[in-house]
């Protein structure tokens, strides 16, 4: 690598040379013209050297950071990969001592996962006492040249750390580490369990005779210490020189049943600076040593004064984080405090103020307001229903066999890290990056707006979102003055049905709730919460959009604005449903922040018509078709909010057939070259963000014994034939190429998703991104152009026909 990055240097030295040596000729050559010439030239001149100089630097130094970018990262995933073989080599220490490496099929390698270009993991399990064994790899970041260079000057070194996670009924109570004095120190400020529960430990010469006088120990009773590390184990993991031989590599050994961080408190971590490559011998000591302890852990025993001392020690470190807690409470209070005694009294500095004065006030801040709010590609506003709203209550591809779905919902219920492809990237979000930047965020990563509330999703293109719309133009198309050729009797139909109200007392809550949230544990966890953010997030958008259509269109079209509120009526009941069950999660979202702070983004009327009705189609078929898998397969159903599906979904349909009689009683919507475009095009929109998200979450349907792909295709089928009986053109989802673009455009997305989540700067992922984003809209466009079936609009006599 070094031999490269010294190439790319002296390939710009050598550029710039021939700029000034080009320059400079040119400037001599010019010199010789005499005086008239030089009468001729500017008063100031910059000379060519100067100009371009600092310009051909600049690329020199790109260039050599592009160039250590990609060797830096094909260094480190070599470097990774040939320690990893190292590991699962056969008769090794790994291999002897667990019964499987890496998270499933280890005949094809797929044993390393990556969690970012200098982070690789690897897992191991079968072993008595313990859960098994993640290797973390913790390379010097080559990828980054400044970085690296800074790294290289302190002299930090590639590292591997062992962290064995024991079982919590079979490891006593204690906390104990070893490292060096500088290394000790930062441990004590960094983790919780050494700071409070451990004591400095001056181990003698008479009880370890070889122990180095250059590590500190931070024990929580000597006694456990001694009993642990005794000479009979350093010999049998070190040999008869013990430690010292090992120490230039050695970094700390971490034991502890009180982890502060992570699902699993009982841990043994071991971490140390790779050797040489081929030097397994200091390898193979250090696995020794662990394995060792871990068994030794496994069968110790405290004495009862021992197990008194260790309980006394743990009802302290709770006095103190209740201690904490109750500080960090009464902080958040007076801040409230204050936030309210300033907003009162900004409120009387208003009041004292002369009414036009106190107008221009008020006005200048809602303008101050409504510019931080306005997106850049979206109309941001905020809705006037806010105010009257109610508060509801509170990795590459998919599995290709059952069988293998089967098994990515076990490593996801077990809580394991799981893999389908040799190197990605891992689920599990940076909880220490966040705290550090003063976010308050939950043990699984989720950032929170304040204790039990989870803060919104960043909004996305894909993501669900916050509709509004011109409400004048809709009065004009639901006016019965201006419209007296409204098929009223149809909607008075729709509108009894609508007020029968078949599921009033279908969404009741049983105790099977909080206890399947509870088994739900590990990545699963946070994918399903993820999951049931964007159902409620969507649900809501759809209560919000309906509940103002209703209160706009109360005067002009009384039938058509009760439905509207009885939509919106079933959207909020939905909505309050999920973000109870997001309760059992201990989360739940701020619907009413959400309200006055999401990006709301505008449509025209017949553009939110096409939309919604194919929302509500498609939403009855995705709860239909996971309803039905999941009653022939009980053993799937994680949660027991999949049984509700059923009448869930009889809602959206009844929602459908409702935007089915709008859409008929607006010939305009329906007839004519530009409603077939827009048809074609909205069908295409709602089919293609469906399946890339659904993709890029296939985690989620992995695990309840979905194949996405599959289930994608079969709900955008089913879709498509029901939306053909109403609109006048849909694509032809069968036409030979249109799967294969919509494959293409998966696997771009999925590529746009890793350059995001990569170290990379992000000038850089914008120039990577580029021509992902290029292809996606090229097949798009291709998609669009395609073949198409010409259809039309089907008169439905009477009520609605409802498909249960």
């Not at 970041?141 to 070194?157: E, P, S, W």
């Amino acid at each position: 690598m070094r031999r490269q990055m010294v190439a790319a240097c002296l390939l710009g030295l050598a550029l710039s040379a021939c700029a000034i040596g080009a320059a400079a000729e040119e400037s001599g050559s010019a010199a010789g013209d005499g005086a008239a010439a030089a009468a001729k030239q500017p008063i100031i001149q910059l000379r060519p050297q100067d100009s371009w100089l600092m310009e051909i630097c600049a690329l020199s130094f790109i260039a050599a950071f592009l160039v250590n970018m990609y060797v830096g990262r094909r260094r480190n995933e070599a470097l990774a990969l040939v320690w990893t073989i190292e590991l699962v080599s056969p008769d090794g220490v790994l291999d002897r001592n667990f019964s499987l490496l890496g998270p499933g099929d280890t005949a094809a390698g797929e044993v390393l996962l990556k969690d970012s270009a200098h982070c690789y993991k690897f897992w191991a399990s079968g072993r008595r006492f313990c859960q098994g064994l993640l290797a973390t790899f913790s390379l010097v970041r080559r990828q980054d040249l400044m970085a690296y260079t800074v790294q290289k000057l302190r002299g930090q070194r590639d590292n591997l750390e062992l962290e064995v996670r024991m079982n919590e009924s079979g490891m006593p109570p204690l906390v104990l580490a070893v490292a060096p004095p500088a290394t000790a120190r930062a441990m004590q400020q960094e983790s919780d369990d050494i700071r409070v529960l451990c004591k400095k430990v001056e181990v003698t010469k008479d009880r370890i005779a070889n122990w180095p006088d250059r590590l500190t120990v931070l024990a929580e009773q000597a006694s456990s210490f001694y009993s642990l590390m005794t000479p009979q184990l350093l010999e049998l993991a070190f040999g008869r020189e013990a430690f010292e031989p090992l120490r230039p590599y050695f970094r700390f050994l971490h034991i502890t049943n009180e982890a502060p961080d992570g699902p699993h408190p009982a841990v043994i971590r071991l971490s140390f600076s790779l050797p040489p490559r081929g030097d397994t011998d200091t390898l193979n000591k250090f696995l020794v040593a662990v394995l060792l302890l871990a068994d030794l852990l496994g069968s110790y025993k405290l004495t009862p004064e021992q197990q008194k001392k260790a309980a006394e020690n743990r009802r302290r470190k709770e006095e103190e984080e209740a201690k904490a807690a109750g500080r960090a409470d009464e902080a958040q209070r007076r801040a409230e405090e204050r936030r309210k005694a300033k907003e009162e009294a900004e409120k009387e500095r208003l009041r004292k103020l002369p009414p036009d004065q106190r107008a221009k006030e008020i006005e200048k801040k809602q303008k101050l307001m409504m510019k931080r709010q306005m997106s850049k590609y979206s109309k941001k506003i905020c809705a006037r229903a806010s105010s009257r709203a109610p508060h509801p209550t509170p990795h590459q591809l998919g599995a290709r066999t059952m069988q293998a779905t089967a098994s990515v919902r076990a490593q996801f219920v077990a809580a394991r890290p799981a893999a389908r492809t040799s190197v990605r990237r891992s689920v599990a979000a940076p909880v220490r990056a966040a705290a550090a930047q003063g976010e308050m965020v939950n043990d699984m990563g989720f950032k929170l707006m304040r204790k039990g509330v989870k803060e919104a999703a960043k909004e996305t293109i894909l993501t669900p979102r916050f509709y509004t719309t011109d409400f004048d133009e809709v009065d004009e198309i639901f006016n019965l003055e201006k419209n007296p050729n409204l098929p009223m009797e149809e909607l008075t139909a729709m509108l009894e049905e609508f007020r029968r109200d078949y599921n009033q007392k279908h969404f009741v809550r049983n105790e099977g709730f909080a206890e399947a949230a509870d088994a739900i544990q590990g990545d699963m966890r946070k994918i399903f919460i993820e999951f049931l953010e964007r159902s409620c997030t969507a649900e809501f958008s759809g209560f919000l959009l309906y509940k103002e259509l209703g209160r706009r269109l109360k005067d002009s079209n009384p039938v058509v604005a009760e439905i509207f509120t009885l939509l919106a009526r079933d959207e909020a009941r939905h909505a309050g449903f999920i973000n109870k069950a997001l309760s059992d999660f201990d989360l739940a979202l701020d619907l009413g922040f959400l309200t006055k702070n999401r990006t709301y983004t505008f449509f025209k009327p017949k553009f939110i018509i096409y939309a919604t009705y194919l929302s509500e189609k498609i939403g009855y078929w995705r709860y239909i078709s996971m309803y039905r898998h999941l009653q022939r397969n009980p053993d799937n159903q994680l949660y027991p909010m999949f049984e509700y599906f059923e009448n869930w979904c009889q809602d959206e349909n009844r929602h459908g057939d409702f935007l089915t009689a709008v859409l008929k009683a607006r010939p305009e919507l329906l007839n004519g070259l530009e409603a077939r475009l827009w048809s074609r095009f909205f069908c295409l929109s709602v089919y293609i963000t469906m399946y890339l998200n659904d993709h890029a979450r296939h985690y989620f349907y992995d695990a309840l014994g979905l194949n996405v792909t599959q289930f994608n295709r079969h709900v955008i089928l089913e879709t498509n034939n029901a939306t053909e009986r109403v609109f006048p053109e849909v694509p032809d989802i069968e036409a030979p190429g249109f799967w294969d673009r919509m494959e293409r455009m998966k696997d771009y997305n999925l590529r746009i998703i890793a350059i995001e989540k990569s170290d990379a700067p992000d000038f850089l992922k914008k120039l990577q991104k580029a021509p992902l984003v290029e292809r996606i809209v090229a097949e798009c466009v291709q998609l669009f152009f395609m073949p198409t079936k010409r259809t039309g609009s089907l008169d439905i006599e009477g009520a609605g026909q409802y498909m249960y």
